[in-house]
């Protein structure tokens, strides 16, 4: 059984009207480019490509999106503190909610689909470096702190055991 609510299913609705204006407005701007001849009605440019390119293009931005998310949700996990949880939880809303920037200026929207991916394929290999870094760290302080106890337990068990004595002056 598979649940879609209304709000998702609103959403798509929205991205996919997007997507048809942002794909009319590039066709709009390539046509009269390649039209020398207005009589001729048949359209020049491939809409059918166009889309195929927007959807492949949203379909990769959607993906990189996806593994930023999982990074920051890899993050919350880790977080103990509530306020950093707070914080977390709103970075991952605003990624969720954001949409490419495009090139109005451009002749494509892939050259703009590309760089958003990039940047975000490029967040999320600093948010996982970040987290080993942090991780390493900690793990080194927490061997740090696990062999002084260590060595203070061993030390109370000796001094139990009468193995050494604690010469006052």
């Known amino acids: 059984m598979h649940i879609l609510y209304d709000a998702t299913l609103a959403d798509m609705r929205s991205m996919e009207t997007e997507l048809l204006k942002v794909c009319s407005f590039y066709i709009n701007k390539a046509e009269p480019l390649l039209d020398n001849d207005l009589r001729n009605m048949y359209p020049i440019v491939d809409r059918l490509r166009i889309l195929d390119d927007i959807l492949k293009c949203e379909n990769e931005y959607q993906e990189a999106k996806i593994c930023l998310v999982t990074a920051y949700l890899e993050c919350y996990e880790h ?3 509530i306020l950093e949880q707070h914080r977390l939880i709103q970075a991952i ?24 991916i990039e940047c975000l394929q490029t ?3 600093l948010t996982r470096e970040m987290m080993k870094l942090l991780m390493s760290t900690e793990k080194h ?3 740090l702190h696990r062999e002084y106890i260590e ?14 004595t604690l010469i006052e002056q």
């Not at 809303?93 to 760089?115: C, I, T, W």
């Not at 060595?151 to 050494?164: D, F, L, V």
Request: proline share 2%; with cysteine.
């Open 93 to 116: 809303v605003d990624e969720m909610a954001k949409r490419p920037r495009l090139n109005l200026q451009g002749s494509h929207f892939k050259d703009s689909y590309m760089a958003e």
């Open 123 to 125: 967040k999320t290999k």
């Open 141 to 143: 302080e927490n061997d």
């Open 79 to 81: 977080t103990s503190d």
């Open 151 to 164: 060595k203070c337990y061993r030390m109370i068990y000796e001094h139990i055991n009468k193995q050494w």
